[in-house]
């Protein structure tokens, strides 16, 4: 649920051109998605608990916490879904250009919110199945083209290309590596749907981490050395790209690989992001109309509907405004994340621990530094981009506090929460 391979990098290249950009891919890893890796894999294995984050923050910090870690992912999820919607008609309209015309590329962004709550109202098995193909169709294209590339060495300097509409700089493209680089945590809030999860989930991170890691780099340094611009790249500019290697028929198959993406990993996350009031409905934070499953799938069908609302009305805000709000939010919300593993390691030191962070408690402190310290350049993005009149940085003070008021509104109204569930539904499998 981290990548849906090399599609939406491109801005990267555009920002900080080849060299800095391939470093920025090698660092960020090391400094934002391993870090968070060793987190998920410790907490994970330990508690292996429905709703996944929210659990942890709740057990190491009370209620009030984990009701504000499960806000400010939902909210960070608004924006982060409305993302591969987008991608998905990025890539579309390489082929198809009438679906720029008007508002018909949010229509068909819609569609694909829509199919996929469905499907996921189908059941887990589903989306598992769908997830699984995808990853194998989604490396084709692009194992095509790091393959192509030494026989086009320096052969693209001169050549032409669609023009470019990106004024993604440096940093922006900073922004755009970390969201490809993130959502480890993802996955934990499916933990009881997953098999022997303190084996799996600390060997599949830290696996995980390297292979995402080699599926971004290598198609960039194989086009750096065909001599293309860096500034022949934007949001769904591989299409172009395949082009000049392949032909049509690698244009299109590429095009179809980054409408799969976009489908695929909103698929692959609408299961993770509805176990969220799934679970707070069941631990009494949340109406238990939000615990509803279908009777036949086990999907959490009100949860699904309530946040594909949410994720349609964010379908039109563009990619990188996307990418700015959804990190910063998300960032917040994975700080409380890192507070967590060091409070459950202050008051639960006999907690059984299939898996550690190195290094006993400093180590448990020190994990977290790099991933805070990256998302201040979140912040001084935010400046530069408007939401609703007003900074994105605003924006998202707005958003943190409302999860501050939401709290007090819903424990006044429920001060003994909203239900008692003393056992928890089967979900689907």
């Given at each position: 649920m981290v990548s849906g391979g090399t599609y939406g990098t491109e801005d990267i290249v555009h920002g900080a051109g080849y060299?800095?950009?391939?470093l920025i891919l090698l660092l960020t890893p090391l400094l934002w998605s391993l870090p968070t890796a060793f987190m998920i894999g410790e907490l994970s294995s330990a508690l292996p608990f429905e709703g996944g984050y929210y659990a942890w923050v709740r057990r190491a910090m009370g209620n009030f916490w984990g009701f504000q870690e499960a806000w400010l992912s939902l909210v960070a999820s608004i924006f982060d879904m409305a993302i591969y919607p987008t991608l998905f008609v990025a890539y579309l309209t390489r082929i198809f250009p009438w679906f720029q015309e008007n508002h018909r590329g949010v229509a068909v962004a819609l569609g694909v919110?829509?199919?996929?709550?469905?499907?996921?109202?189908?059941?887990?098995?589903?989306?598992?199945?769908?997830?699984?193909?995808?990853?194998f169709a989604l490396s084709a294209p692009f194992a095509a083209i790091f393959v192509l590339a030494p026989f086009k060495i320096h052969a693209l300097a001169n050549a032409v290309t669609k023009p470019t509409t990106s004024n993604v700089d440096i940093l922006g493209g900073?922004?755009?590596?970390?969201?490809?680089y993130m959502g480890w945590d993802n996955a934990s809030t499916i933990a009881?749907?997953?098999e022997r999860p303190q084996r799996t989930y600390p060997r599949a991170m830290l696996v995980a981490v390297a292979i995402v890691c080699i599926t971004y780099v290598l198609p960039f340094a194989a086009m750096w050395i065909t001599g293309?611009?860096?500034?022949?790249?934007?949001?769904?500019?591989?299409?172009?790209?395949?082009?000049?290697?392949?032909?049509?028929?690698?244009?299109?198959?590429?095009v179809a690989g980054g409408m799969m993406s976009g489908f695929g990993m909103f698929n692959a996350l609408v299961m993770s992001y509805s176990r969220l009031p799934l679970a707070m409905a069941q631990d009494g934070?949340?109406?238990?109309?939000?615990?509803?499953?279908?009777?036949?799938?086990?999907?959490?069908?009100?949860?699904?509907?309530?946040?594909?609302?949410g994720w349609g009305l964010a379908l039109n805000l563009g990619f990188?405004?996307?990418?700015?709000?959804?990190?910063?939010?998300?960032?917040?919300?994975?700080?409380?994340?890192?507070?967590?593993?060091?409070?459950?390691?202050?008051?639960?030191?006999?907690?059984?621990?299939?898996?550690r962070v190195p290094g006993g408690l400093f180590g448990a402190i020190a994990v977290g530094i790099p991933p805070i310290l990256l998302?201040?350049?979140?912040?001084?993005?935010?400046?530069?981009?408007?939401?609703?009149?007003?900074s994105s940085f605003l924006f998202a003070l707005l958003v943190v506090g409302a999860g501050v008021v939401v709290y007090a509104i819903n424990h006044a109204l429920k001060p003994a929460g909203w239900a008692a569930v003393p056992q928890k539904p089967e979900l689907a499998a």
């Open positions: 060299g800095k950009a391939i919110v829509i199919v996929c709550a469905i499907l996921n109202i189908m059941g887990v098995k589903v989306v598992s199945t769908t997830s699984l193909w995808l990853f900073l922004l755009i590596c970390m969201w490809n009881t749907e997953v293309l611009p860096a500034s022949a790249w934007e949001t769904g500019a591989w299409a172009d790209i395949a082009q000049l290697m392949g032909g049509p028929v690698l244009r299109v198959a590429l934070m949340l109406p238990k109309v939000f615990g509803k499953l279908h009777p036949k799938s086990r999907a959490p069908w009100v949860a699904i509907i309530a946040l594909a609302i990188e405004r996307l990418v700015t709000l959804d990190i910063m939010i998300y960032g917040a919300s994975l700080t409380l994340e890192f507070v967590a593993l060091i409070f459950l390691r202050i008051r639960e030191p006999e907690l059984k621990r299939p898996f998302l201040g350049f979140a912040i001084i993005r935010s400046e530069h981009e408007v939401v609703l009149g007003m």
